[in-house]
């Protein structure tokens, strides 16, 4: 589990692609040197696991699910990636509760500069239009791994938008990004809780009605 509180950048120096997924090794100093075989470190919002490491550098293994999701297939060497390094239990929580597993990507529709901050339009793919329903404005979203509060939603159009100030531009990597690029998204875990309770229960309430044990017929037999 992370904070979305992005800890410092990595520069990725090898992607190995391999049959039955990928590997890659990153080096970020910050982040590298409190690293342990087996640890988790969120890379562009991605959980990853620790397999080996050197000073300050480590390397993890992606699986196809992974690639298949998220921004990390489009990984090449001398970029730039946010890190961050799992949450303990003494870990300040400065930003909001998240996973590390990535729900799509989004394209950046365009970059608005309103002030001194700059305002990214964000739009997701026809594929991807179920995960509009857990983002709401004024709500909390993930990019790239670092937590960001939306500013306005568009259901019909697939767009959301978020605003960063200078420091969050020259800190996360979203800063140096430009209109037609991707980004790992992944939404607020707590709405997807919601849906599955919402969901369950209406299926239960449907099971019952198929069934010709109901709490009436029960009643009427005694029990």
Known sequence: MFTGLIEGPGEVINVLKKPSGMEITIKGSNVAE???????????????????????????????????????????????????????????????????????????????????????????????????????????????????????????????SVSLIPHTIENIILGGKKSGDFVNVETDLFGKYVEKILKFSEYEKEQNRKSKITPEFLRENGF
């Open 34 to 160: 409190k690293v342990e075989i087996g640890g988790s470190i969120a890379v562009n919002g991605v959980c990853l696991t620790v397999t080996s490491f050197s000073k300050n550098t480590f390397t993890a293994d992606v699986m196809f699910e992974t690639i298949k999701r998220s921004g990390l297939k489009r990984l090449k060497t001398g970029e730039k990636v946010n890190l961050e390094k799992s949450v303990t239990l003494s870990t300040f929580l400065g930003g909001h509760l998240v996973m590390g597993d990535v729900d799509c990507e989004a394209e950046i529709l365009s970059i608005i500069s309103k002030g001194i901050a700059k305002i990214y339009i964000f739009h997701l793919e026809e594929k991807d239009k179920k995960y509009m329903q857990y983002i709401v404005e004024k709500g909390r979203i993930t990019i790239d791994g670092a937590s960001l509060t939306v500013i306005d939603v568009n259901d019909e159009k697939r767009t959301f």
